[in-house]
């Protein structure tokens, strides 16, 4: 792998929380403490005593009843005012600020949250003020799940949820004073999100570089019948639409590696998602993929040096061949 080792790549992503909330904590950032409070869709904490008041109120069919400020993504810790015991009917979301970034992928998306109980009016749990939490959003209550998932990058959303799509299945929790039948209300920043394929305008590369083509949703690369360069080459594919790449980046990536030698496919992680440190790649991605952008799909053209120059078991490369790699850049943050 273009990464230095399986036991890197796997170290940093946890840092980066790009896997599980089970096995890494929740926080984007390694040295912050996940909450105890936060949404997921089960909790250790002992099942309230007794049903909630919130149950004998006429459950509201809209979200009239609440007020957000202020509505603008990203400004600071929101105040929401509840005229409280409140309820809901139904899981729903108000989008307050449109967000203009990529649509949420459900496994990875970082969030601001703030949580108020609509039975008491008081907060119960915020992460405003600290660094965004990633939340694979099939590992939280359902009606978290429900408000978030199809919007943007960059969306302040309003969502309220009745006790069946929030802590009911669980008794409750009573850490926190949330009782069965208590409706839930959050306010949620959507800071970023992992990609699920590139993005931007198509790029035409220059004559005499591999072809990249796609089949079944996949790229296909076609080596030439001619001597590989002696250079390598970076060429991107489309023009990306996020942050740019820094050397010191975590990056998350599919990608595609195929010997120039005997034109076979060497490496396919284009399903699922790899990742690391940057600078725990190969020469050839540490040079080539700096200054890139979030979304683009780029060509790599390595000569030995940028590669791998003794040649390698995993990936298959003899000794002296040039390698080519499709990389899908889905992800970049500080590492």
């Not at 394929?197 to 079944?216: A, M, Q, R, Y």
């Not at 390595?302 to 000794?319: Q, R």
Request: net charge positive; with cysteine.
């Amino acid at each position: 792998m273009p990464f230095a080792s399986a036991k890197t790549a796997a170290v940093a992503l946890c840092a980066a929380a790009l896997l599980t909330v089970t096995a890494c904590g929740q926080s984007a950032n390694p040295s912050a403490s996940p909450s105890e409070a936060t949404p997921s869709a089960s909790t250790s904490a002992s099942p309230s005593p007794s049903a909630s008041p919130t149950a004998t109120i006429k459950p509201s069919t809209n979200l009239n009843g609440i007020t957000v400020t202020p509505e603008k993504f990203g400004s600071k810790k929101p105040t929401v005012t509840v005229k409280a015991p409140w309820a809901i009917d139904k899981t729903q979301t108000k989008v307050l600020t449109q967000g203009k970034g990529p649509v949420v992928n459900p496994s990875y998306v970082w969030l601001h949250y703030l949580g108020v109980n609509a039975r008491t009016g008081k907060v119960f749990d915020t992460n405003f003020g600290k660094d965004a939490t990633m939340m694979p959003l099939d590992q939280m209550v359902p009606g978290f799940k429900k408000g978030v998932e199809g919007h943007k990058v960059g969306s302040r959303l309003l969502i309220a949820m009745p006790g069946p799509d929030g802590y009911d299945s669980s008794g409750g929790n009573a850490q926190i004073d949330v009782k069965v039948g208590d409706t839930l209300i959050f306010v949620v920043d959507v800071v970023d999100t992992v990609l699920t394929g590139p993005t931007g305008k198509p790029i035409t590369p220059p004559s005499g570089l591999p072809t990249v083509t796609e089949k079944d949703g996949k790229p296909v690369i076609t080596i030439p019948k001619a001597d590989p360069p002696a250079k390598m080459v970076a060429q991107p594919l489309t023009t990306g639409t996020g942050r740019t790449v820094g050397a010191k980046d975590v990056i998350a990536v599919h990608y595609l590696g195929v010997s120039w030698k005997t034109g076979k496919v060497i490496e396919d992680k284009m399903s699922g998602i790899d990742g690391g440190l940057l600078s725990s790649t190969i020469p050839g991605w540490q040079k080539g993929l700096v200054g890139k952008k979030v979304g683009q799909r780029v060509l790599l053209v390595l000569p030995p040096a940028d590669g791998y120059p003794k040649g390698s078991n995993n990936p298959p490369v003899e000794a002296g061949d040039t390698v080519v790699y499709v990389v899908d850049i889905l992800y970049a943050g500080k590492g």
